[in-house]
Each structure stands twice: as structure tokens, then as C-alpha cells.
């Protein structure tokens, strides 16, 4: 049975984590982050359970909502405790109306550096590289599309915001603690090293010379491949674009860009069926 507590006050400090949680974000805390429902939780813990270096700390839960948990309360850590609150004291601890009920305390003990993730890659490699994105939805979309689409890795420069963001998770559905992801380095840099490891760097810009249904023939052959996604409005770097290939997604005129949710999710779908990594013939 899952270690089960009753929180009465807003300022108890067992719960002093999840105080406020809009105004700060744990992010950045020695790795320690808040996912928010009960979708990225039982992402959480199938994280947890796999040992993939993320661990569960702490769960607060609305108190009309834990019988409708109790198959998730099966796989949570019996050392780990849960803390049960009235929707009053629950939204006097979190700062806003926690309409889902359900916030767990997470920790991402192990984060691998740049260059391990890449040499741990398999020969036949799908990877997607944010350079600059500022925006979490953002971030969560490209994890989601990432994890729909199969592919092994996710790279952010050290621009870009980090995954671990509350909201970034969410708009993820927990992929950002099932997806291996460094983020590090500068753009270049980053992109450089890819391909020094094999991989085809293809940049997604508006003005690109090459269709993105054309990536198989892009590809001629390689089995590594690296889509490069950068900030919406000023787009990647000039750098960028005048060192590797550019590859446009076709869309109506008079239109500048796709958001990038839609954007990345578009060329991960192309990638993939060049790469061989989906059945289309699923019914």
C-alpha cells in the first residue's frame, strides 16, 4: 500500500514543493521537475520502473480523485509518499485552480552529455534538433512528435528552454521522460558534430532547396538523419542554413511558415517512411 497523507494546510512543508508551482518552476532545481495529470504520470512511472535515471519523489492528489487512481497507486514507489488535500487547500498549494487533481514530484537523476547520447545511437538513426525554441508548447510538441514518430533522440542547443518545464511536459504527454534528450552546446557546434557521426543534417526553412517528401532521395542511402527545427519567426541561424542541406515542407502561398508542432511533426512523418520505421499497411 502506497504511503498515504493527509495535508490540511497550504503551508505544510511536506508539500512545500508544489507551493505555487505556477510562478516557479522546479526546472533547474538539481534536475527535480512537476508533472501535472494523470497522463504524464503514469509516464513517470513507467520512466521510474525502467530505470532510465528519472525517479518519482512525492505525489499530491485531490482527495475525491485517489480511488480513481488506485490502479496507478499500484506501480508507485511504497517508499515515496502521497499526499491527499480538499480542493481548497489543494489550490491554495498550487496557486491556481488544479482542475486535474493530480501533481507528482519527479527528478531526473542521470543526464547524459551530449556526446554519449550520440555514440549510444544505433547505426540507423532518426533524430530531431531544436536550436533556439523558446516557446514550451513548443518543446512538448516536438517531444510528442519525436516519440509518434520513433525517433531515437531529441537535441536542443543551449538556447533552447528546458523539457522539464511543467507546461513542456504536459503538451509532451510525459514523452520527455521517455525520449533521450541532451541539451547543450552551440548550434553549430552541435550540428557539426552530428555530422561528423554520420548523420545527414537536413534544416527546415521556408526557403529550403529541397521538398521534405524528398528526403529518401536526399538520404541516398544513409541510414543517419538529423532534422534541424529553429525558432518560429526568425527561423535558424544564417550559419546554419548556408552550412548544411535546407529542405522546405510545401504549403499554400501567402502564408510565411507552420507552427513548429506542426512543422516538426511533418517532417518526422516523412523522415519516417523514408527510414522505413512505419507500417502503413495497419489497418
Not at 525502467?50 to 490502479?71: H, Q
Not at 535558424?236 to 499554400?252: D, K, Y
Amino acid at each position: 500500500m502506497a504511503n498515504i497523507f493527509s495535508i490540511s494546510e497550504a503551508d505544510d512543508p511536506r508539500i512545500a514543493a508544489f507551493h505555487k508551482i505556477r510562478e516557479r518552476d522546479l526546472t533547474g532545481r538539481d534536475g527535480r521537475f512537476i508533472a501535472e495529470g494523470t497522463v504524464v504520470l503514469r509516464m513517470l512511472l513507467a520512466a521510474h520502473r525502467a530505470g532510465r535515471g528519472i525517479e518519482a519523489e512525492a505525489l499530491l492528489v485531490l482527495e475525491n480523485r485517489l480511488a480513481g487512481l488506485a490502479p496507478l497507486l499500484k506501480d508507485w514507489p511504497q517508499d515515496k509518499p502521497v499526499y491527499v488535500a480538499n480542493g481548497a487547500t489543494i489550490d491554495a498549494i498550487a496557486g491556481f485552480h488544479l482542475h486535474r487533481g493530480v501533481l507528482a514530484l519527479g527528478n531526473r537523476l542521470t543526464a547524459p552529455d551530449f556526446s554519449a547520447l550520440v555514440a549510444s545511437l544505433p547505426a540507423q538513426s532518426l533524430v530531431l534538433v531544436g536550436c533556439g525554441i523558446s516557446n514550451h508548447d513548443n518543446i512538448g510538441a516536438m517531444f510528442r512528435n519525436a516519440a509518434g514518430f520513433s525517433a531515437d533522440a531529441v537535441f536542443l542547443d543551449e538556447t533552447s528552454c528546458d523539457p522539464l518545464y511543467r507546461k513542456a511536459l504536459r503538451v509532451s504527454v510525459g514523452s520527455v521522460l521517455t525520449t533521450p534528450y541532451s541539451r547543450q552546446g552551440q548550434a553549430v557546434s552541435l550540428l557539426s558534430a552530428l555530422d561528423v557521426a554520420g548523420f545527414l543534417i537536413a534544416a527546415l526553412s521556408p526557403s529550403g532547396k529541397l521538398e521534405i517528401g524528398d528526403i529518401g532521395s536526399a538520404l541516398s542511402g544513409r541510414a543517419r538523419l538529423a532534422l534541424v527545427v529553429g525558432t518560429e519567426g526568425e527561423g535558424l541561424p544564417a550559419e546554419v542554413l548556408e552550412r548544411f542541406l535546407t529542405m522546405r515542407i510545401a504549403q499554400s502561398p501567402g502564408l510565411d511558415s507552420l507552427n513548429l508542432g506542426t512543422a516538426s511533426g511533418i517532417a518526422l512523418h516523412c523522415a519516417a517512411r523514408a527510414l522505413g520505421r512505419l507500417d502503413f499497411s495497419a489497418n
